[in-house]
């Protein structure tokens, strides 16, 4: 197994210290050991510093393999920094590299502060030796790594901890969600049947229409609700893949339009517009039908009476980009950062009609295609969502 050396930092200003510590080194292993010698507190923080911003963007701890430094070995006395601040203010500033203090004064009381403080050990210059030496910065790299383990243990039992929790307030919310929207559905079924059941003599034929049609809208909102949660359920799994085909958007808009002006008859005007030279695109169908439909459900489902709906559709740049707008209930401030998860609708609903999915499933099929989504709100005022998605 390949020996790693050992990188250590002295920070000293006097050039005689510094170089008997380059001397002990020699003697002790010419090849284990690599130092770099600097006099002053701002230079060793700078210096230290420089390989750790781009590793801690990824992770909250270093391993020694990522430290440019295993170890400082750190005078108390310094041109800019004096006493147990030095060592403060390079902890502040550098809290992953192991810090052995160095200093003239065989002091008991500062050593076991400078331990309070974050040091691994305290070396009083003129009792050095080779082996207290080696030791001391021995233990102290292994004494850190011991320290850097246990907090990554601690975050990763904190996450999960983390993660345990919201997957257990998914649950609660899943279970009062289903309660709540299968009930209504189910209600109305049972009271349909009961006065098909014993009134069925004296309804008229248009009345036992009316009731069977009040079944089937009930069996269809119970369809879409599961419908939703597989859905979900998938993406969650990781089983919904993505699968481009080549797609005319105008035509497919268009057409999804005509369908949604159908079932809302007169009650609410839909109007779509194309822009852009060329609308075909590489995209996957039955993503995108889901996400339009969601949109335009909730721009209808939210919106008054004879209202407008503005559906627009610019292809430009190889990106496709779709606009729903409504001027409908709008959503309160306070909601719009919760809106994309699960089961969570906005305060000002009321009493109509929702799973707090839908939004929910609209992300991660915006996701799939690596594409982004926008809302803009205003209660009162209305709602406009903007999906963009590449189209190769």
Known sequence: MEKLRIHILLVEDSLSDAHLLRQTFLHADQGQWRMLHVERLSEAIEISRVNSASVLDNSQFMSRRQRRFDLVLLDLSLPDSIGLDTLKEYRAAVPDIPVVVLTGLDDEELALQALAEGAQDYLVK?????????????????????????????????????????????????????????????????????????????????RRIKYFGRIQNAINQMLHLLDEILF??????????????????????????????????????????????????????????????NLISNALKYSPQNGTIWFDLICKDRLATFQIRDRGMGIPLKDQSCLFQPFHRASNVGVIQGTGLGLTIVKKCVDLHGGQIQLESEQGVGTTVIVTLPVQ
């Not at 030496?133 to 601690?154: D, G, T, W």
């Not at 969650?236 to 057409?255: H, Q």
């Open 126 to 206: 003129d009792q050095m030796t080779i082996q207290r030496l080696v030791r001391a910065i021995r233990y102290a790299i292994e004494r850190s790594e011991i320290l850097n383990q246990l907090r990554e243990s601690e975050e990763r039992t904190r996450q999960a901890l983390a993660k345990e929790q919201e997957l257990n307030e998914l649950k609660s919310n899943f279970v009062a969600m289903v309660s709540h929207e299968f009930r209504t559905p189910m209600t109305t079924i049972r009271t349909a049947v009961d006065i098909l059941e014993y009134n069925s003599n004296k309804l008229t034929d248009d």
């Open 232 to 293: 979900l359920s998938k993406t969650e799994a990781a089983k919904l893949e993505y699968k481009p085909t080549l797609v005319n958007l105008e035509n497919f808009c268009s057409e999804l339009t005509d369908i949604f002006q159908l079932n809302a008859g007169s009650q609410y005007s839909i109007i779509f517009t194309s822009q852009g030279e060329s609308t075909q695109a590489q995209i996957d169908e039955d993503l995108l039908n889901c996400i339009l439909t």
